[in-house]
């Protein structure tokens, strides 16, 4: 894992387009969201993903910090977002991301959705 693909797959989230962020995914990679349950799979994963861009208009990521080693990675970042009601909110964020062969197997990504609602 580069740098260079970090913030590749950072600029696609920005995208709100889950067809631009799931050829990250492994067909069987696990995604979880701070405590809830872990969601298996690139259709589970769309699905999330659509449902959390839906409440969205706009999303930005700017790290913070990212440490990364050949398989893996920890990104810190300040991710604002505008919300569906037009009100704008930043809200610190850490992703830990497992890879192989290229593609995401394992990410939880850790932030409070409070004040995104």
């Not at 349950?37 to 993903?49: C, N, Q, S, W």
């Amino acid at each position: 894992m580069t740098d260079t693909w970090i913030q590749e797959f950072m600029a696609a989230l920005d995208t709100l387009r889950t067809d631009d962020i799931l050829p990250h995914f492994d067909e069987q990679a696990c995604f979880r969201i701070g405590s809830s349950l872990p969601i298996v799979g690139r259709p589970a994963i769309r699905d999330a993903m659509a449902q959390l861009f839906a409440s969205m208009r706009v999303v930005r990521h700017a790290c913070v910090q990212v440490w990364v080693t050949p398989d893996s990675a920890v990104l810190e970042a300040s991710v604002t977002c505008a919300r569906s009601d037009g009100a704008t909110v930043a809200v610190p964020s850490v992703g830990i991301l497992r890879v192989q062969e290229g593609q995401i197997v394992d990410y939880r990504w850790i932030m409070d959705p409070a004040p995104l609602s």
